[in-house]
C-alpha cells in the first residue's frame, strides 16, 4: 500500500462476434464513430433488425452493417462537378428531342 507508482491504464477490446446485436450506442462504439453518425448512415439505409414491439430500441446485427458498409465503400462516388456535366447533357438531349416532336 505504500507503493504511489501509477500504471496508466490500458483498454482491452475483445473481438466482437460478428453476429451479435448490438445497440446503437456499442455499434458506434465498435466502428469508432458517434450515435449521430449511425443515425445518418440509417437513414441512409443502414440495415437494422426490425422492432419487436413499440418503443423498443434499434438493434443492428454487426456483420450485415460490415457488409453494408464495404459496399458503400466500393461504389464509386461521382464528383458534383461530372454529375452537374452529366445532368447537362440530358436536359440538352430531352429539349432537343421535344422541339423536333413539336406543338
Do not use: I
Not at 464509386?76 to 452537374?84: C, G, I, K, L, S
Not at 440538352?92 to 421535344?98: C, D
Amino acid at each position: 500500500m505504500g507503493d504511489n507508482s501509477q500504471t496508466p491504464a490500458v483498454v482491452l477490446r475483445f473481438p466482437t462476434r460478428p453476429n451479435r446485436l448490438l445497440t446503437k450506442k456499442q455499434l458506434a462504439s465498435e466502428l469508432g464513430r458517434s450515435t449521430r453518425w449511425v443515425e445518418l448512415r440509417m437513414r441512409e439505409g443502414m440495415p437494422v433488425m426490425p422492432r419487436q414491439l413499440p418503443g423498443e430500441h434499434a438493434r443492428f446485427e454487426f456483420a450485415a452493417v460490415l457488409v453494408w458498409l464495404e459496399q458503400r465503400a466500393q461504389q464509386r462516388v461521382e464528383p458534383v462537378e461530372v454529375r452537374v456535366a452529366r445532368l447537362e447533357r440530358e436536359v440538352a438531349r430531352l429539349t432537343k428531342a421535344l422541339e423536333r416532336e413539336g406543338p
